[in-house]
């Protein structure tokens, strides 16, 4: 990476669209899990999945109750995350968690008639909300500090291009991770099993993976796979066709893997930014990012969010008294792998106003400031033009930055020169920096 480089990931981030619309979202009641009852046009004669404890699994059998969500044309990022929320806490017997993949999108975008009030958010100008997508970025964002149903996130931890063997493990851990695949490439129906196996296509569409069977006939695809072996599907159900149930072969590489975890141990949260622009080097080729907000809420603050694009990021958070006082606590500690990570205090701290202080490995994102993006959303059978209007606000004396030493207010119009960014954007904004209270 290009130290001093600001990242228009977030950018690309509202230009990845997922393949599956929220016209509605129903459950199906929970059954015994019988794989009839999954595939019932399989030619069981042919191959029946699930015979062999050594070589398959699925977390179905450990009575896990995933709901299989009827969707439209777009939304798979929302609800597959919801589903595999839903496998951790059940797995774990920390509860249940009631919320829809709708929630998270009406969390992302705000309503069209309050674009005129500039409250920030993103605004659907072009089309509805419900025709554009997202990707996991969207869910760190809304579900980090504001509770819902009671739940916060806790961690979400990324895979790139997993092994065979480090995805089944994820899966026995985690129940449903969700994973990123072409929506239909080199679908097909054969012996009654729906099924996939292409290559050399880009991914477009999110969903769960729940089990395996390394026994899976390599002939089962309508391109024969180069060995037994594929990865159970658990789907969005969408006008593609596409059932809840398929299986995709281990020839397929998988680009990502993300687990999600909540707990609902926090009572209410703040976050002054988000993770929509991109990330900023603010190391000045020291290798570690320091950045700060002042947080003015009366409560027990608990924990701080911290987000990494890195692998094996190190950390410390400090809470300081007032605005830059003395220190009241701090913690230190290592992130294995990229995405986002709760770091809880040993003792929750009494607070009216408070800095937070995070000190970390690698590049650290920003909200940035208000913009027009040009997109695409998808219409019935084509992409069509749409629009994202991207709104915030940056109030001084609230998030601060070190470079060489000296705390400088992310306001301060020379700091995106200072850092080399200028030719892309004129403010960084807020950093994302979720703290939460018990």
């Not at 595939?39 to 191959?47: G, L, N, R, V």
């Not at 009030?117 to 659907?124: E, F, I, N, R, W």
């Not at 806790?154 to 092994?163: H, V």
């Not at 069509?384 to 709104?391: L, N």
Request: aromatic share 10%.
């Amino acid at each position: 990476m290009n130290r001093n480089s600001l990242m228009r990931r977030g950018i690309a981030m509202l230009l990845i669209l997922s393949t599956v619309n929220l016209a509605g979202c129903k459950k199906e009641e929970k059954k015994k899990v019988k794989y009839s009852d999954l595939f019932p046009k399989a030619d069981t004669e042919y191959f029946t999945p699930f015979q062999n404890e050594k070589t398959s699994y699925c977390s179905l059998d450990e009575g896990l109750d995933l709901p299989v969500y009827t969707q439209g044309m777009s939304g798979c990022f929302a609800f597959s995350a919801v589903t595999s929320v839903q496998a951790y806490l059940q797995k774990n017997k920390i509860g249940n968690w009631e919320a829809t993949g709708e929630e998270i999108v009406d969390r992302m975008y705000c309503a069209k008639e309050d674009l005129s009030s500039g409250k920030d958010g993103m605004y659907a100008t072009i089309g509805d909300k419900t025709e554009y997508g997202g990707n996991p970025l969207h869910v760190f964002d809304v579900l980090c500090s504001d509770p819902l149903h009671g739940y916060v996130l806790s961690d979400a931890k990324r895979l790139l291009n997993p092994k065979i063997d480090e995805l089944k493990e994820w899966v026995r851990e985690y129940g449903a991770p969700v994973v990123n695949l072409h929506c239909n490439a080199g679908y097909a129906e054969k012996h009654g099993y729906p099924t996939q196996n292409y290559k050399d296509m880009g991914p477009n569409h999110f969903l769960c993976v729940i089990g395996w069977d390394d026994d899976f006939p390599a002939d089962a695809f309508d391109t024969k796979a180069s060995r037994n072996g594929a990865w159970l599907m658990k789907n969005t159900l969408s006008p593609l066709n596409i059932p809840a149930y398929y299986w995709v072969s281990y020839d397929v590489q998988i680009p990502i893997v993300i687990s999600y975890q909540m707990t609902n141990s926090y009572s209410s949260g703040e976050n002054h930014g988000s993770a929509m622009i991109g990330n900023v080097d603010l190391s000045l080729g020291s290798g570690k990012s320091t950045y700060a907000s002042i947080i003015r809420h009366e409560g027990k603050l608990s924990a701080v969010g911290i987000f990494s694009e890195e692998e094996s990021c190190t950390y410390e958070v400090e809470i300081l008294d007032g605005e830059f006082g003395q220190s009241l606590a701090k913690v230190s500690g290592t992130m294995e792998r990229a995405g986002y990570h709760l770091v809880t205090l040993d003792t929750p701290l009494s607070v009216k106003e408070c800095t937070v202080v995070v000190r970390k490995t690698g590049t650290v994102y920003f909200e940035g400031e208000s913009m027009t993006v040009p997109t695409q959303r998808f219409g019935f059978g084509a992409m069509i033009d749409g629009e994202i209007e991207y709104v915030t606000h940056t109030e001084p004396d609230t998030s601060f930055v070190l470079v060489d030493g000296e705390w400088i207010d992310v306001t301060d119009e020379s700091l995106s020169e200072k850092l080399g960014v200028s030719e892309h954007t004129k403010m960084i904004g807020d950093p994302f920096l979720p703290v939460l209270f018990s």
